[in-house]
T-cell receptor, first 115, second 114 residues
C-alpha cells in the first residue's frame, strides 16, 4: 500500500518571501514522486518529478524539490514567491516498476501569496 | 499541439440518472487516466486505459466505467448517479510507456448531482 501526506493544508506567504511545502510518503516499494500545481478552475500542471539520480530536482517557475529517502520526504521549495503562485499544490507518488499511471495524491496544500 | 480537452465542462444531473464524460488526449498519446476530485476525498484515481485496454483500476464501485477508442479518445460513464458523485472529473493523457511519462491534465468536467 502507498500513501502520500501533505502536512499543511494551507500556507499563507508574503510576496517575495520563500515558501516550503511539505510532503511525506509511505510505500513498501520504491516510488517516483511528483509535484503538480492547480490554478483555479484549471486542471493540474506538472511542476517537477523525481525518478532517480540527483535528489535535488529543479522544475518550472523556479520551484525545486529535494528527495530524502531516509525521511521519506519530498518537500517543495521556492526562494521567492509571486502573487501568481497562488494555487493549490499536490504531491503524488507512483510505485517504480508499476505498469501504468496510477498516481496516489496527497490532500493538497493551498498557497495564498499576499502582497 | 492542442492540449487535453474534456467535454462537457459543466454538467448538472439528478440522482438516478447516468452521465457520460468525454476526453480527447494530446495527439500521439496512448494512455488516458481518469481522476475524481472532491473537497472531502481529494484526488482519487478512477482508471487508466492504454491502447484501448484498461490497465489500472481504482477503488470505485462498478457504477463507474470507461472505455477507450482506437483514436485514444476516452469516455467514462457513471450510472445511477448519487449525490456523492458530485465532483470535478479530470482526465490526463500521456505517451503511456513507460509509466513515468509526464501526464498532461485537462481542465476537467464539473458534475453536479441534485
Amino acid at each position: 500500500a502507498q500513501s502520500v501526506t501533505q502536512l499543511d493544508s494551507q500556507v499563507p506567504v508574503f510576496e517575495e518571501a520563500p515558501v516550503e511545502l511539505r510532503c511525506n510518503y509511505s510505500s513498501s516499494v520504491s516510488v517516483y514522486l511528483f509535484w503538480y500545481v492547480q490554478y483555479p478552475n484549471q486542471g493540474l500542471q506538472l511542476l517537477l518529478k523525481y525518478l532517480s539520480g540527483s535528489t535535488l530536482v529543479k522544475g518550472i517557475n523556479g520551484f525545486e524539490a529535494e528527495f530524502n529517502k531516509s525521511q521519506t520526504s519530498f518537500h517543495l521549495r521556492k526562494p521567492s514567491v509571486h502573487i501568481s503562485d497562488t494555487a493549490e499544490y499536490f504531491c503524488a507518488g507512483l510505485p517504480t516498476g508499476a505498469a501504468g499511471n496510477k498516481l496516489t495524491f496527497g490532500g493538497g496544500t493551498r498557497v495564498l501569496v499576499k502582497p | 499541439k492542442a492540449g487535453v480537452t474534456q467535454t462537457p465542462r459543466y454538467l448538472i444531473k439528478t440522482r438516478g440518472q447516468q452521465v457520460t464524460l468525454s476526453c480527447s488526449p494530446i495527439s500521439g498519446h496512448r494512455s488516458v487516466s481518469w481522476y475524481q476530485q472532491t473537497p472531502g476525498q481529494g484526488l482519487q484515481f478512477l482508471f487508466e486505459y492504454f491502447s484501448e485496454t484498461q490497465r489500472n483500476k481504482g477503488n470505485f464501485p462498478g457504477r463507474f466505467s470507461g472505455r477507450q477508442f482506437s483514436n485514444s479518445r476516452s469516455e467514462m460513464n457513471v450510472s445511477t448517479l448519487e449525490l456523492g458523485d458530485s465532483a470535478l472529473y479530470l482526465c490526463a493523457s500521456s505517451l503511456g510507456a513507460p509509466s513515468t511519462d509526464t501526464q498532461y491534465f485537462g481542465p476537467g468536467t464539473r458534475l453536479t448531482v441534485l
